[in-house]
């Protein structure tokens, strides 16, 4: 008797080249997503450099003027904006350095020298040597001074003040504020 020969098919397994073409695809783009969102990470945290120096620029103006009433240097009079008839100047203004009242944003300031802050050591890798690293804020950067009477109940507190310091900064094609609040009495 003869032998029929069978022809037994295997079932052949794996991808197909479509079907891996396509897997690649979905995975360059969540791949391509992360590192977007990474960049955009890295764009941030730069950022905070910025805003730590716009935090502390805010501070010292305060600090000042608390200073300043402590050691009654200002008279509770002149703690106002200009407009009022104070020495803080009305308006965003550069950040320069403290003119001879030794206040920051008051009308001693015009024509001082502007602003610059270490931002590292320079070659010798020692702070406090003239090859320094430093960032000049203006005009880049400005701080508006605005102090207001408290009003409670309809009424004019006579001895409290609301004193907002807003720093405002352009950084590439963003513009970024910090504000800070805070009320002075005239009780040192």
């Known amino acids: 008797m003869g032998k029929q020969s069978r022809t037994v098919r295997k079932k052949k397994s794996g991808f197909t080249l479509l079907e891996a073409m396509i897997s690649i695809v979905v995975l360059s783009f969540g791949v391509l997503s992360l590192a977007a969102v990474y960049a ?5 945290a ?3 450099q910025y805003d730590y120096i716009a935090e502390k620029k ?9 200073t300043a009433r402590d050691i009654k240097s200002l008279t509770w009079i002149n703690i106002q904006n200009v407009s009022q008839g104070g020495v803080f100047v009305d308006g965003p203004s ?3 350095v403290p003119g001879t009242d030794g206040l920051v944003g008051t009308q001693t300031d015009v024509g001082s020298a502007d602003e610059v802050i270490i931002t590292g050591p320079g070659p010798d890798g020692i702070f406090g040597t003239p090859d320094d690293t430093t960032l000049d804020l203006n005009p880049w950067m400005t701080r508006t001074i605005a102090i207001t009477p408290v009003v ?4 004019t507190e006579p001895n409290l003040r609301q004193v907002t310091v807003t720093i405002n900064y352009v950084i590439g094609t963003k513009t970024r504020t910090y504000t800070l609040v805070t009320y002075i009495s005239s009780f040192a």
Request: overall charge negative.
């Open 152 to 155: 409670v109940a309809g009424n």
């Open 94 to 96: 550069l950040i320069l």
């Open 40 to 44: 955009q990470g890295l764009y941030y």
């Open 58 to 66: 805010a501070e010292q103006a305060v600090e000042a003027m608390f």
């Open 46 to 48: 730069s950022l905070t």
